[in-house]
């Protein structure tokens, strides 16, 4: 079952994933998708692994996120798997490639999408609502919104259920089976 949280910087998406995690039995998986690039972003890092409670299994994947994905469900019998975040994954394919664009973002989503729909575990997918800002004025800052944008829109499209973190106030967008 996928479950989408969204919402902008500093919403709650994290604690909120983190209770919705809960309602599914162990064994759990934190799939981080985070990089330590610089000592800022390591001091991050560090801060959500002392946040996760006790018990949970950490995998640290940057790129192939799906991949890890069927790994927690299949070897580590991961009954919920949260996937923190969808845009700092989208970054690192850019970064990556320089090709790469908003079909491969829809792609990369699809196939997320595709390995939650295959099992009855609980994946919570954590993102952030790229669509509420400005149009950002450089070439690399757009391309990124639109990836972001675009893997969200199929993420939610595909989710069971959608909830909109807002002040700390998650807000259900969807709840239920999969509606367009």
């Not at 320089?98 to 999408?113: I, P």
Request: aromatic fraction near 4%; proline fraction near 4%; charged fraction near 30%.
């Amino acid at each position: 079952m996928l479950i989408l949280v969204t919402g902008g910087s500093r919403s709650g998406k994290s604690g909120f994933a983190l209770e919705v995690a809960a309602r599914f039995p162990d064994p759990r998986v934190f799939l981080a998708t985070a990089q330590e690039s610089d000592e800022e972003m390591k001091q991050r890092i560090q801060a959500h692994r002392r946040a996760r409670p006790d018990g949970w299994r950490v995998v640290e994947e940057p790129r192939e996120v799906a991949v890890a994905l069927r790994a927690a469900i299949e070897k580590d019998g991961a009954h919920a798997v949260i996937v923190d975040c969808v845009t700092i994954w989208i970054s690192n394919l850019l970064i990556e490639d320089d090709a790469f664009g908003e079909v491969q973002a829809a792609e990369k989503a699809r196939e997320l999408a595709d390995g939650a729909a295959r099992t009855s575990a609980g994946v919570v997918v954590v993102t952030n609502e790229v669509g509420s800002g400005v149009v950002p004025d450089n070439a690399l800052a757009r391309r990124f919104r639109d990836c972001a944008g675009r893997a969200n829109q199929v993420l939610a499209r595909e989710a069971a259920e959608v909830y909109l973190c807002v002040s700390g106030i998650p807000v259900a967008l969807k709840d239920g089976p999969r509606k367009g």
